[in-house]
T-cell receptor, first 115, second 112 residues
Framework: DGGITQSPKYLFRKEGQNVTLSCEQN?????MYWYRQDPGQGLRLIYY???????QKGDIAEGYSVSREKKESFPLTVTSAQKNPTAFYLC??????????????FGDGTRLSIL | GQQVMQIPQYQHVQEGEDFTTYCNSS?????IQWYKQRPGGHPVFLIQ?????EVKKQKRLTFQFGEAKKNSSLHITATQTTDVGTYFC????????????FGKGTMLLVSP
């Protein structure tokens, strides 16, 4: 079955530590996205990528970094500069389309907590 | 910047009652999407509306896009416990390629 796989499901970070969240898709989608979700909040865009080797900052990129070396993979690193990293992180992908918004397909998410 | 606002934030209904959530944008939208997120789950795409005044139905769910393309609604007729979850609307960001601005969602609880 085609889909998006995020791992791990739960992640704990110590103070001052960088952690990387994995996101892999086999939908052959060009576009991929990372969102952060806090309780009672909508989804806020961290980074997005339209195509391999290219990515753009979203609304809350500070303290995060990404890479897009392969079409299938879009890992997110939460750096020690992110002072409030505890949240639910969702990865999504969609057909790449400059002019129209295509439906986004989401992974199951990673819950990150601070130890 | 662009904002997408949803009301109510939360609603608790008895099974069989109707439910409506409203989405309002500060700017005109070229389209609007709706997603459902079950408790502990991830958002799942429900529908996209594109035309002014468009109405689409999916079984007991009715989606509407306003004439001015600045508001939208989702109405559920005769709710069931399987309808429990948070419903999000999302509109295109003004600046980003194929990126969305999500509302904060309406959490629906249905008591049997």
């Amino acid at each position: 079955d085609g889909g998006i796989t995020q791992s791990p499901k739960y992640l704990f970070r110590k103070e001052g530590q960088n952690v990387t969240l994995s996101c892999e898709q086999n939908l052959n989608h060009d576009a991929m996205y990372w969102y952060r979700q806090d309780p009672g909040q909508g989804l806020r865009l961290i980074y997005y990528s339209q195509i391999v080797n290219d990515f753009q900052k979203g609304d809350i990129a500070e303290g995060y970094s990404v890479s897009r070396e392969k079409k299938e993979s879009f890992p997110l690193t939460v750096t020690s500069a992110q002072k409030n990293p505890t949240a639910f992180y969702l990865c999504a992908s969609s057909i790449g389309d400059t002019w129209n918004n295509q439906p986004q397909h989401f992974g199951d998410g990673t819950r990150l907590s601070i130890l | 910047g662009q904002q997408v606002m949803q009301i109510p934030q939360y609603q608790h209904v008895q099974e069989g009652e109707d439910f409506t959530t409203y989405c309002n944008s500060s700017t005109t939208l070229s389209n609007i999407q709706w997603y459902k997120q079950r408790p502990g789950g991830h958002p799942v795409f429900l529908i996209q509306l594109v035309k002014s005044g468009e109405v689409k139905k999916q079984k007991r769910l009715t989606f509407q896009f306003g004439e001015a393309k600045k508001n939208s609604s989702l109405h559920i007729t005769a709710t069931q416990t399987t309808d429990v979850g948070t419903y999000f609307c999302a509109g295109p960001k003004n600046s980003g390629y194929s990126t969305l601005t999500f509302g904060k969602g309406t959490m629906l609880l249905v008591s049997p």
